[in-house]
């Protein structure tokens, strides 16, 4: 064979390998095309899965107050008018330096009840007019408005009950009333109260949220908790969490739950409850952090006359539970819940086998 044509099959030989490298690549190309075009349509589905998911989400028709410019009485508007002021600025009229009354530690009703009682998930009045009077298990009693009034002021405000027919709770009431009358009696109003959030699988941890407090908390409310009075010194900018100005023990804020759905949904300031700026677990920790601390003791032996109907969290014994204080406080909670309702299913089938007897 002549070295001519040795050369030519050597030729011919790498021209069938270029081609085979070509298709190879080419097949490659084609591969790695349709992994990423698969790959965009699936991400393009599972967004347009959560748009339609966030848009379902966002059409709830949430409780706005009634609008007060709407009333035409001008004395029902005037009272309603200082109700609102009395609940955006408490402590004005009714605090250490009231210019009313001095019965109560300094902060405002809107301290708890935000933007004097309007935001959604923001412990809002959307629902009052529309539930009271109502039973309530802490009492064990039908309660009227004066009486719930009276109650965040004794335990909230940590003050001293206000005459009925004052023009303090007149107006008060009258507030709470009309920026609620546009929800059906009997009904609650879309966004009142707060907003629910799972318990932990642990107990919240105050020294975790010691951390949460200094990093998220501590700017607006100061590294002692005492909170930032204003210039006058007769109210504050932004309130004490703990001491002797802020709630004491028997408000429904001392409950840890109640605290941790509060700052979850409402701080630090700009959340709201569609952008929170917390986790749960810091919402959980940072509550521990803050009911931890002393505050006010606030002597209430006639609360949850029936003990079966005591909250989870609820720190005061006693129990119809064998679960200590701590973890009443605390935590982990799902193990109170559940032994809650293994009781309730052991009552009723007792009670069914009663019935049959």
Known sequence: MS??????????????????ILILVLAIVIVIFKFYDNNNSGM??????????????????????????????????????YGRDLIAHTAKYLG????????????????????????IFGNNYGSVNALYPKFRARSGSIENLYKRVNDCI???????????NGNEMQAI?????????????????????????DFLDRAADPTKGMTVYEAKCQSCHQPDGQGLLNKEKNEFIYPA????????????????????????????QGTTFKSPQLTDEEAWDVAAFVVSQSRPHKNVPLD?????????????????DQFKELQHKYGPFKPIVDAQKKSEELLKTKNKTVAIK
């Not at 393009?44 to 609008?67: G, R």
């Not at 949850?304 to 119809?320: A, E, I, M």
């Open 3 to 20: 070295q001519q044509n040795i050369i030519d099959k050597l030729i011919a030989v790498i021209n069938k390998l270029v081609f085979i």
């Open 44 to 81: 393009a589905e599972l967004k347009k899965s959560d748009t339609i998911s966030n848009t379902k989400k966002d059409t709830v028709d949430y409780w706005k107050p009634k609008d007060i410019n709407l009333i035409t009485d001008k004395s029902l508007k005037e009272k309603v008018e």
């Open 96 to 119: 250490p330096q009231g210019s009313v009354m001095k019965i109560s530690n300094g902060l405002n009703c809107q301290n708890c009840h935000l933007q004097a009682g309007t935001v």
């Open 154 to 164: 004794q335990r909230s405000l940590n003050g001293i009950a206000i005459d009925t």
């Open 173 to 197: 009431t009258a507030y709470i009333n009309y920026i609620g009358s546009n929800v059906e009696k009997g009904k609650k109003a879309p966004g009142s109260g707060f907003k629910e959030l």
């Open 241 to 268: 969490l703990w001491g002797e100005h802020s709630f004491n023990d028997g408000a429904g804020l001392f409950r840890i739950s109640n605290f941790t759905k509060y700052v979850k949904y409402n701080m630090p």
């Open 304 to 320: 949850w006359p029936d003990l079966s109907k005591k909250p989870v969290d609820l720190p005061f014994g006693p129990y119809v």
